[in-house]
């Protein structure tokens, strides 16, 4: 396939996409087209069980490297062409900093799993609709709790304690400011309201006056720094656009901004969300800020995705081929096995579960074994048992919103399995299409940045930018994978089947959790067994 025409006209965007595992920069022209993508890693660290930290100095330090990377690549006329940079981040993480921007500690990141006793005291439906956000591990509410009353030292220093997204913008333009769509999966959002909720300010321990001015998706926050600006080569003045988290704009990088289509990321975790004009609360999904101005983003989000496949294929290798992690012979070995697997059902919550349950001590569970079966159907199984919770949490959006979701756009690396592809069509029994570009996220911000100036439409009536029509014209796509009618109707009847088992196993999964807790924890007052020679 030959690529993409760059447009030789009109204006350039830079993007940025600063991610748990790296930081990616691109140039985006009008059509869409990426012409060049920059990256640069960021080390994950894990100081202790269930800890999760960036140094958050790595957040600027790869976004100016990216950046001046990318804009290297440039002629000088084409840099003049450079006429906004668009922002999204890694959704939930945080850090306190100093006023001139020194950090006060490492940042905590969004799969955190330190504060589950502060999730048990806090979490409840009344949080969960004033912030959107049902009580789980990745809003940084509890977190924040948790360094209030474990390192209180750090935000009393602190002047400010912000999302990624405020860290960039303060480096980029001198001013610390987000975008309330980025904001907002801190959990410390009134989010009918669009702004800092003094309630849960309180329970996360933190001032107003610490928290970043906040700024409309797709408005423009300040200008680039000129000392930046010179040293980028951009002789003219760019504004550094309000951005948003990276789920809602991989949605936007897919133009999935109409009535019944919603985005799918098929990776590590799989999480598929949809548009909505007004504010919904559901126990079963979590609700953010959209990059449309106005709107909402209605969200699913099941932890174990292509990690759950990878882990089958690690921990039980091909005894045919050892040491020969072979995915497309793995997808043609699953692919010869019928629908359901011959009698063997997955619960897919090797990471617990999110939507719809939110139980953080649910377990994964292989039910149906025979000895007829084998590796080939485990790894199948779990495929459809993603699939299966993917169908029902569809179910629960569309219940919600009253509106069929009749296409979803797919990105993420599972878009790379044919049969996880045809699976997850067969199963929601919705036409998949795959998005053409892979940093999807980034291009989303790319389609804020180029909304801001009007590149494709006039703004909308009440003044704000049309989002939405650069969408549009930006988004590029591959093929489309149309659901078989026939097996959707036998996936149906798997797929009750499978239902009954999360509901059945519960109370064992807290028994589990018990029982897996040491003595000294549960409070016990048993003595140590003797042991004998």
Not at 350 to 375: E, F, I, K, M
Request: charged share 20%; net charge negative.
């Amino acid at each position: 396939m030959s690529s993409p025409q760059r447009q030789q006209n009109g204006p350039l965007v830079v993007a940025v996409d600063s991610s748990t595992q790296s930081t990616k920069a691109i140039i985006v022209d009008t059509a869409g087209t990426v012409w060049v993508t920059a990256k640069r890693p960021i080390p994950l660290l894990t100081p202790g069980m269930d800890r999760y930290e960036h140094d958050p100095r790595l957040w600027w330090t790869t976004t100016r490297d990216t950046i001046g990377e990318a804009l290297a690549s440039l002629t000088p006329r084409d840099r003049g062409r450079v006429s906004a940079i668009g922002l999204t981040h890694q959704r939930e993480s945080f850090a306190p900093f100093t006023a001139d921007g020194a950090p006060l500690a490492n940042g905590i990141l969004w799969l955190d799993g330190r504060a589950a006793e502060q999730i048990a005291r806090y979490g409840n439906a009344h949080v969960h609709e004033l912030s959107g956000k049902p009580a789980g591990v990745t809003p940084a509410l509890y977190k924040m709790a948790w360094v209030r009353q474990h390192h209180p030292e750090y935000f009393d220093r602190a002047d400010r304690i912000v999302d990624v997204l405020g860290y960039l913008v303060f480096n980029l333009t001198g001013l610390w400011a987000s975008s309330t769509a980025a904001a907002d999966s801190l959990g410390l959002f009134d989010v009918r309201a669009r702004r800092w909720s003094p309630e849960l300010l309180d329970i996360a321990g933190v001032r107003a006056d610490q928290m970043s001015q906040l700024f409309p998706p797709a408005s423009a926050i300040a200008d680039l720094r000129p000392e930046l600006a010179e040293q980028w080569g951009l002789e003219q003045s760019v504004p550094v656009i309000a951005g948003l988290g990276d789920g809602q704009a991989a949605g936007i990088g897919a133009a999935a901004v109409s009535p019944g289509v919603g985005y799918l990321n098929m990776g590590t975790a799989v999480n598929t969300g949809i548009e909505s004009s007004e504010y919904i609360y559901n126990p079963a999904f979590r609700t953010h800020v959209s990059g449309i101005p106005g709107n909402y983003v209605l969200e699913v989000l099941q932890s174990s995705g292509s990690y759950l496949a990878d882990w089958v294929r690690d921990s039980f290798g091909d005894p045919d081929h050892p040491g020969d992690p072979d995915v497309a012979r793995d997808d043609l070995a699953a692919e010869a096995i019928p629908p359901g697997c011959e009698g063997l059902l997955t619960l897919p919550y090797w990471n617990a579960v999110q939507s719809p349950y939110w139980d953080a001590l649910a377990r994964g569970a292989v039910v149906g074994w025979r000895g007829t079966h084998t590796r080939a159907h485990l790894y199948r199984s779990v495929l459809e048992a993603v699939c299966f919770e993917m169908r029902r949490n569809l179910d629960h959006l569309e219940s919600a919103t009253g509106t069929p979701i009749t296409r979803l756009r797919i990105m993420g690396g599972g878009t790379r399995s044919k049969v996880w592809r045809t699976i997850m069509a067969d199963v929601t029994g919705v036409p998949l299409t795959v998005c053409a570009q892979s940093e999807i996220s980034a291009l989303g911000a790319a389609v804020l940045a180029m909304a801001s100036i009007g590149a494709h439409a006039s703004y909308l009536p009440d003044g704000s930018p049309d989002v939405a029509a650069s969408a549009t014209a930006m988004a590029t796509f591959g093929q489309t994978v149309e659901p078989d009618l026939a097996r959707y109707d036998r996936y149906r009847e798997i797929g009750a089947v499978q239902a009954r088992l999360y509901p059945q196993l519960r109370e064992v999964f807290e028994e589990i959790a018990r029982l897996s807790t040491p003595v000294e924890r549960r409070g016990g007052d048993r003595q140590p067994a003797e042991t004998g020679a």
